[in-house]
């Protein structure tokens, strides 16, 4: 809406005119993608002159086109960006900082392979981390592929585990209709598999990690009894999503061959957050001289606690002996005082060393860092900034004497609250909903985690199986009590594209959900605050960013006294300053009720890392009556 990108039908004899948001079917594409949420399309579009080539087969089609590079109209590449989108054939391997246009290269790349060099768009695949990020290149395709952007598969590694699994489901000595199963199930098949009721969350956990690292070890014996109660009830975990497609192709040559046939053309975003088993499912889909391009930046590398592994890096390279190594050094997203001071946070511990970031753009204010009395101070003094950016409000020119950029065409979607634990969300929750700012809230979690979306499902599950989705989960909702059927109605608007396409079939839409994570819900159009967690912030940007919780404990988070992962701490830390575009504000509270308890809190020591030159202090906890808020004039 902000772009002006409205459809307006005028009414006629009677008849009310139509507002519309979508395009006829824009919808259907997005929902073919897998959430209806998607942002609004890439304004750079690579609006080829070309007309497409129609896929014969779903293989590489002959180019009958010279090499004539992304010349389209608007298409902003820089030199190397342009050398990544027009390496045409080999594995190529683009490690680069945030905000370097490693994204957008790959969606450009893509379309220019498809568009130029005749690869067919069933023959692409592009994987990345969450379903929300591959919505949002899935779109981002459309402007620049049509219709044939349909026709490629844009998913996650466990959505493409999910159709592997039931492609090959007879080969796993499965039943076709195999279904994901609910933690519910799970904890039965443990229990089942020998675990006492107080060891069960301990036993999964330990399943988990076993089937995650690929040598279940001293655990063989455990995973073994559990996999045989869930394999007789034909279902699969989330980890089998990629334990038993990698079994499978890493023994079976013809396999292997046939789905490298399929997919000749591979992406992958987000390498630095990938594991050992999603490396080697990755590398049965490509031979060592496959169209492989993978993208990535160690030092945005946050899920080694899942074991992610950033020295996969070199294994690529070790693996792919002739791949084709291109680095990115501008960063077009940030000011250069927040990459500046992104880059001295992340130097103690860089994974890049000697990497080069440099800012593109030439403005910038310096971070403002705020100190809190307590937990609640902070989110006011968040609220309160949010309504003075809003209001026009120029920092510098009336709090320190320097002059400011206004920023009067802020709306709400441009501001996003970050922090380390989901459970700092409820303060600002509370704090914006009573100042009557819309918000989102997401964390990184599986879905199956929230509580409401579990107990919304179970309603749903004994409703009426021959009436009409919409039908069942609003008769769900109704079912939920009086105080959660607001907050469940908004899952039912996301939930019900993903039950839509799934026919009736319930153990079909379970095993959609279970792939799910909360941060596949955050709708990038929606004028709202985003309060998201450090980890669910990946891949986003905003113009004003509030990083909150800047406190020894926090943000580096401890667990028994001190940081697990002191360099992954720091590496979100990095991840969270550089979402920002245009301001960057870091809050710290002296006093915080945290984990059940009022604690006292130091500043954080990755605040130490930034220079002063780059820093405005805020004072702390400053009470102005708002009457002494002074207003700029409409008119002046
Ligand atoms: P991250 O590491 O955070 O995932 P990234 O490297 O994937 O970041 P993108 O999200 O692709 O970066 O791009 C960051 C921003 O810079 C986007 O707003 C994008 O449109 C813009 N951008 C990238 N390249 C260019 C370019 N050549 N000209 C203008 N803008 C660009
Ligand atoms: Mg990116």
Redesign the pocket.
């Known amino acids: 809406m902000r772009a002006g990108a409205v459809i307006r039908e005028a009414g006629y004899d009677g008849e009310y005119g139509v507002i519309r948001l979508f395009a006829d079917g824009e919808i259907g594409r997005l929902q073919h993608v897998g959430v209806l949420f998607a942002p609004s399309a890439e304004k750079?579009t690579i609006a080829s002159s070309r007309p497409s080539t129609a896929a014969t087969t779903p293989v590489t089609r002959l180019a009958n086109t010279k090499e004539e590079g992304p010349k389209e109209s608007g298409a902003?590449?820089?030199a190397e960006?342009r050398a990544a989108v027009m390496h045409h054939a080999g594995p190529l391997l683009i490690i680069?900082g945030?905000?370097?246009?490693?994204?957008?290269t790959l969606i450009h790349r893509l379309a220019y392979l498809v568009r130029q060099r005749g690869a067919a768009p069933e023959a692409c695949l592009a994987i990345t981390f969450t379903r929300r990020a591959a919505a949002e290149m899935a779109a981002r395709l459309t402007p620049l592929l049509g219709d044939e952007a349909e026709k490629v598969l844009v998913t996650t590694f466990h959505g493409l585990g999910l159709r592997l699994v039931r492609e090959q489901a007879g080969r796993c000595g499965l039943e076709k209709e195999v279904a994901v199963a609910s933690d519910e199930q799970r904890r039965e098949a443990a229990i089942a598999a020998g675990a006492r009721p107080g060891e069960v969350a301990r036993w999964l956990e330990r399943i988990s990690r076993a089937k995650r690292s690929g040598s279940p070890g001293e655990d063989e014996e455990i995973v073994a009894r559990y996999d045989r109660v869930l394999r007789s009830a034909n279902l699969v975990d989330f980890d089998d999503l990629i334990a038993l497609p990698l079994r499978l192709l890493e023994k079976d040559d013809e396999l292997r061959r046939f789905y490298r046939q399929r997919w000749q053309w591979l992406f992958v975003d987000e390498f630095q957050d990938i594991d050992l088993c999603q490396y080697r499912l990755l590398r049965c889909l490509a031979a060592a001289d496959a169209n492989l391009c993978a993208i990535g930046?160690p030092d945005?590398a946050i899920y080694g606690f899942r074991g992610s592994d950033a020295r996969l890096f070199g294994r690529f390279q070790a693996d792919f002996p002739d791949c084709r190594i291109i680095a990115l050094q501008r960063n077009?997203?940030s000011t250069p005082p927040i990459v500046d001071a992104a880059m001295q946070a992340i130097e103690p511990e860089t994974l890049a060393h000697g990497r080069l970031l440099a800012a593109v753009r030439a403005d910038g204010n310096p971070l403002l860092i705020r100190p809190c009395a307590t937990d609640k101070d902070e989110a006011e003094f968040v609220v309160e900034m949010i309504e003075k950016f809003l209001g026009g409000h120029s920092f510098f020119s009336i709090d320190s004497g320097r002059s400011g950029r206004g920023m009067s065409d802020l709306s709400f979607g441009d501001f996003a609250v970050l922090y380390r634990t989901a459970a700092q969300a409820a303060a600002f929750c509370e704090a914006l909903g009573r100042a009557g700012i819309p918000c989102q809230c997401h964390s990184h979690e599986s879905l199956l985690d929230q509580p409401l979306v579990r107990d919304l499902m179970a309603y749903v599950e004994k409703t009426p199986p021959d009436h009409s989705w919409r039908e069942r989960f609003m008769a769900a909702a109704a079912m939920m009590p009086a105080d959660q059927q607001a907050q469940s109605r908004e899952f039912t608007a996301a939930l019900l594209p993903v039950a839509e396409r799934c026919g009736q079939d319930m153990a079909r839409l379970r095993s959609e959900i279970a792939i799910l994570s909360d941060i596949d819900f955050l709708d990038p159009r929606a004028e709202r605050v985003s309060l998201l967690t450090l980890h669910a912030a990946k891949?986003l940007?905003f113009r004003v960013v509030f990083i909150t919780g800047c406190e020894e404990g926090i943000l580096p988070l401890y667990f028994g006294g001190e940081p697990q992962d002191l360099a992954e701490e720091r590496r979100l830390f990095f991840v969270g300053l550089?979402r920002a575009r245009e301001r960057l504000i870091l809050t710290h509270a002296r006093r915080r009720l945290w984990r059940g308890s009022v604690r006292e809190m130091q500043p954080s020591r990755f605040l130490a890392d930034i220079a002063e030159r780059l820093i405005d202090r805020l004072p702390g906890a400053r009470r102005k009556s708002r009457k002494d808020d002074r207003q700029l004039s409409l008119f002046s």
């Open positions: 750079d902003e590449l820089d960006q680069a945030p905000g370097t246009g490693k994204t957008r930046d945005q077009y997203r891949g940007e550089t």
